[in-house]
């Protein structure tokens, strides 16, 4: 998998104050529905392996579900499995914990550190539109759409916890199967205790296969997630030195270069925030490529800091205007040799989201203008008269690549990709969307000989993510994918998995 996109600016400058705020931890909201007594007759606690496909309700009944308490993953050696126990209860639990044992061969041992697990906690939900064709609508009246409590985030952190009776929750497990180990099966237990002593074991057998799956670093994967620093920023309460998309996140996208108007007039740029987050990401692995957003921001509004005044000012300009093209050229020369000197010109492109055609020539222009050899991408619709423009070119869900196009792309070194965003029902990654949907659409990005996929939030959090994932515009979790504290979900993991498969599919061919 190229590394994962995952750095944005908008290349204009404002100041912000963080405000503090106050997070629970381990904390969920209440339960909107009640448990049907009848059905948790004669169920003291239980403990079964589920399906990694499913949602399980807080109230849900294991009342006729067959008991399995052994579960075989097979996988490729260097392929994540996944697994999900589910515990139940027809009475009070308390101080719940879960121990992962080694999973033991004839020619090895997998340990426990290979093999990461989370009891799987409830956040609030709303729901598609009305008319069940997207999930795009602004939502400022929550009471307009029905909510309810879904199971989502992976939490390693959540434990010990205690349940109420007539409840059930999951475990999700997440093996990574070392690729150095000999192929065969693997076997040990996942042990539930209560306050201490075990109280039921199931048994995890992973069977590693002979074929090698390569490190993430080196899949064919185009992976393409917009993150916002400036959401972190604000959950942890650390000051960051905007709107290239209107505010239309919790968390505005500001700036991460500073631009400044000196008192005779000439302009100064300062790259500090751009380079911190730049060099954090590529301290985690993030270092395939670097979009930078937002040349042609849905106002068209660029802030500045004069110091003639010692104020912030706003210059209003579009694509095709004299006073836009002076003002970006003269940013984009010296972008491009302050990239340069940190040697990452060739793996930065100039981006542009959901732009028309008019706008895109005229701003391809001004780039080309500033310094030919800038790469240039697009998440957008399909238009054949500048697709040799973009090296990474994003196509919206509903549009396709014609045949002879995709393959001169990909002979040329270039990415083509697809994303979904509020606009698709299904398959999608709402935190209600079916967990399987997630899965799917990599397994279609296989099917259309797609370089990747792009989902534009990896990480706009609402005010309160772990707890209600509901915000003011569209549908429940189109505006990220994990949680704060380094929580995955349920469907990132299976984002992963389809991924996977993906590889495995094109190492197979």
Same mark, same amino acid.
């Given at each position: 998998?190229?590394? +994962?996109?995952?750095?944005?600016?908008?290349?204009?400058?404002?100041?912000?104050?963080?405000?503090?705020?106050?997070?629970?931890?381990?904390?969920?909201?209440?339960?909107?529905?009640?448990?049907?007594?009848?059905?948790? /007759?004669?169920?003291?606690?239980?403990?079964?392996?589920?399906?990694?496909?499913?949602?399980?309700?807080?109230?849900?009944?294991?009342?006729?579900?067959?008991?399995?308490?052994?579960?075989?993953?097979?996988?490729?050696?260097?392929?994540?499995?996944?697994?999900?126990?589910?515990?139940?209860?027809?009475?009070?639990?308390?101080?719940?914990?879960?121990?992962?044992? =080694?999973?033991?061969?004839?020619?090895?041992?997998?340990?426990?550190?290979?093999?990461?697990?989370?009891?799987?906690?409830?956040?609030?939900?709303?729901?598609? %539109?009305?008319?069940? /064709?997207?999930?795009?609508?602004?939502?400022?009246?929550?009471?307009?759409?029905?909510?309810?409590?879904?199971?989502?985030?992976?939490?390693?952190?959540?434990?010990?916890?205690?349940?109420?009776?007539?409840?059930?929750?999951? #475990?999700?497990?997440?093996?990574?199967? *070392?690729?150095?180990?000999? +192929?065969?099966?693997?076997?040990?237990?996942?042990?539930?205790?209560? %306050?201490?002593?075990?109280?039921?074991?199931?048994?995890?057998?992973?069977?590693?296969?002979?074929? !090698?799956?390569? @490190?993430?670093?080196?899949?064919?994967?185009?992976?393409?997630?917009?993150? %916002?620093?400036?959401?972190?920023?604000?959950?942890?309460?650390?000051?960051?030195? &905007?709107?290239?998309?209107?505010?239309?996140?919790?968390? &505005?996208?500001?700036?991460?270069?500073?631009?400044? /108007?000196?008192?005779?007039?000439?302009?100064?740029?300062?790259?500090?925030?751009?380079?911190?987050?730049?060099?954090?990401?590529?301290?985690?692995?993030?270092?395939?490529? !670097?979009?930078?957003?937002?040349?042609? *921001?849905?106002?068209?509004?660029?802030?500045?800091? =004069?110091?003639?005044? =010692?104020?912030?000012?706003?210059?209003? @300009?579009?694509?095709?205007?004299?006073?836009?093209?002076?003002?970006?050229?003269?940013?984009?020369?010296?972008?491009? +040799?302050?990239?340069?000197?940190?040697?990452?010109?060739?793996?930065?492109?100039?981006?542009?989201?959901?732009?028309?055609?008019?706008?895109?020539? @005229?701003?391809?222009?001004?780039?080309?203008?500033?310094?030919?050899?800038?790469?240039?991408?697009?998440?957008?619709?399909?238009?054949?008269?500048?697709?040799? =423009?973009?090296?990474?070119?994003?196509?919206?869900?509903?549009?396709?690549?014609?045949?002879?196009?995709?393959?001169?792309? /990909? @002979?040329?070194?270039?990415?083509?990709?697809?994303?979904?965003?509020?606009?698709?029902?299904?398959?999608?990654?709402?935190?209600?969307?079916?967990?399987?949907?997630?899965? #799917?659409?990599?397994?279609?990005?296989?099917?259309?000989?797609?370089?990747?996929?792009?989902?534009?939030?990896?990480?706009?959090?609402?005010?309160? *993510?772990?707890?209600?994932?509901?915000?003011?515009?569209?549908?429940?979790?189109?505006?990220?994918?994990?949680?704060?504290?380094?929580?995955?979900?349920?469907?990132?993991?299976?984002?992963?998995?389809?991924?996977?498969?993906?590889?495995?599919?094109?190492?197979?061919?």
């Amino acid at each position: 998998m190229k590394k +994962a996109i995952l750095v944005l600016i908008s290349a204009f400058v404002a100041a912000v104050a963080v405000h503090a705020q106050t997070f629970p931890h381990g904390q969920e909201l209440p339960q909107l529905t009640k448990p049907e007594a009848s059905e948790w /007759k004669n169920i003291g606690f239980q403990a079964i392996w589920g399906d990694i496909f499913t949602r399980y309700p807080a109230t849900y009944s294991p009342a006729g579900i067959k008991t399995n308490s052994s579960l075989t993953l097979r996988g490729w050696r260097g392929e994540r499995v996944q697994a999900q126990a589910l515990v139940s209860t027809g009475r009070k639990v308390e101080g719940l914990e879960y121990v992962v044992s =080694d999973l033991k061969g004839r020619k090895g041992t997998i340990p426990s550190s290979a093999i990461e697990a989370g009891f799987v906690r409830y956040v609030m939900v709303d729901e598609l %539109n009305k008319d069940g /064709k997207s999930g795009c609508s602004r939502r400022p009246d929550r009471t307009q759409y029905d909510s309810s409590m879904v199971a989502d985030v992976i939490d390693p952190c959540f434990a010990p916890l205690d349940m109420e009776p007539m409840s059930s929750r999951g #475990l999700w497990l997440t093996c990574w199967i *070392p690729r150095g180990i000999p +192929a065969g099966k693997y076997s040990g237990t996942v042990t539930f205790k209560e %306050n201490g002593k075990a109280v039921k074991v199931l048994k995890l057998t992973v069977e590693a296969q002979d074929q !090698i799956l390569p @490190a993430p670093k080196d899949w064919r994967f185009h992976l393409d997630l917009w993150q %916002n620093p400036f959401a972190v920023s604000r959950y942890y309460r650390v000051p960051i030195i &905007h709107k290239p998309w209107n505010g239309q996140t919790y968390d &505005h996208f500001e700036s991460m270069v500073t631009w400044m /108007k000196r008192l005779d007039g000439s302009w100064e740029f300062r790259y500090d925030v751009f380079d911190a987050w730049v060099e954090f990401m590529a301290s985690c692995g993030i270092d395939g490529q !670097i979009n930078c957003y937002s040349m042609v *921001p849905w106002r068209l509004s660029f802030q500045y800091f =004069d110091q003639a005044s =010692d104020s912030m000012k706003e210059i209003h @300009a579009k694509p095709g205007e004299k006073e836009y093209e002076d003002l970006w050229v003269t940013f984009l020369k010296d972008f491009a +040799a302050h990239l340069k000197a940190k040697g990452w010109f060739g793996k930065t492109t100039i981006a542009m989201d959901e732009r028309d055609l008019t706008g895109m020539q @005229a701003t391809i222009a001004v780039v080309r203008k500033a310094d030919p050899d800038f790469k240039l991408s697009l998440a957008g619709n399909y238009y054949p008269e500048i697709e040799k =423009d973009l090296f990474d070119y994003c196509l919206a869900f509903r549009h396709t690549f014609p045949e002879d196009v995709l393959a001169r792309r /990909k @002979a040329e070194g270039k990415f083509s990709t697809y994303y979904t965003c509020c606009a698709e029902p299904h398959p999608n990654t709402f935190t209600f969307s079916e967990p399987e949907e997630a899965y #799917l659409l990599m397994l279609e990005m296989y099917r259309r000989k797609s370089d990747g996929y792009l989902r534009w939030a990896y990480n706009s959090w609402p005010e309160d *993510p772990l707890l209600d994932s509901r915000f003011r515009s569209w549908a429940s979790g189109d505006t990220y994918l994990v949680y704060p504290g380094n929580k995955s979900s349920i469907r990132f993991e299976l984002l992963v998995k389809g991924i996977q498969e993906y590889e495995k599919n094109y190492l197979t061919l």
